[in-house]
């Protein structure tokens, strides 16, 4: 299995059955080291969609009742490589696991927003709405690829990309 990408790097590959797998293990790490209970612990991202080519990172959502943490948990989690990130999102906290100490090359990315909040609810209708429609899974694949044959791009920039499509499929998603 390959996981990581350095820095902004920007690449997908082929889907890979161990990616289930990875995020099993580090929602049981999570669980273990924080206390947070299994089912607060998500999949989400590309890697968490079956046949869909996905940045070699393992996406998890950790839903919280307030995002006022105490400093505990940033200690439970160091302690298992996660890492705040200095990435600011409106309703959301962003940790990440890299390689090793030198942060150069990230595995996980850990979103921290509140349970059954908007987040909440947004990140999962659209895992769902690719997870349950082959036709928007396409779609979705050809817009990264799209991004990443035209642009040099960023990490910033591939999100900005696919916004549109992801507030639509979001909205649609949520209103069902």
């Not at 289930?20 to 947070?36: K, P, R, S, Y």
């Not at 100490?101 to 059954?116: D, G, N, P, R, S």
């Not at 990309?161 to 507030?167: L, N, R, T, W």
């Amino acid at each position: 299995m390959e996981l990581g990408l350095k820095g902004d790097e920007i690449r997908v590959v082929p889907y890979d059955n161990d990616w289930h797998q990875a995020f099993l293990d580090v929602q049981q790490q999570l669980h273990e080291a924080t206390g947070i209970p299994l089912n607060r612990i998500a999949h989400i991202g590309s890697t968490a969609i079956p046949t869909i080519e996905a940045k070699p990172i393992i996406d998890c959502m950790v839903g919280v009742d307030s995002l006022t943490l105490a400093p505990q948990f940033f200690e439970a989690c160091k302690k298992i490589g996660f890492y705040q990130l200095r990435v600011k999102r409106e309703q959301e906290l962003i940790l990440a696991r890299f390689v090793d100490t030198t942060f150069a090359v990230k595995t996980h990315i850990m979103h921290v927003v509140v349970y059954e909040g908007e987040k909440w609810q947004a990140f999962l209708a659209f895992r769902d709405a690719l997870r349950s429609s082959s036709e928007l899974r396409d779609t979705y694949e050809a817009l990264k690829k799209e991004y990443i044959a035209q642009y040099d791009g960023n990490i910033v920039g591939y999100t900005e990309h696919k916004e549109a499509f992801v507030k639509r499929v979001v909205e649609e998603g949520m209103s069902k």
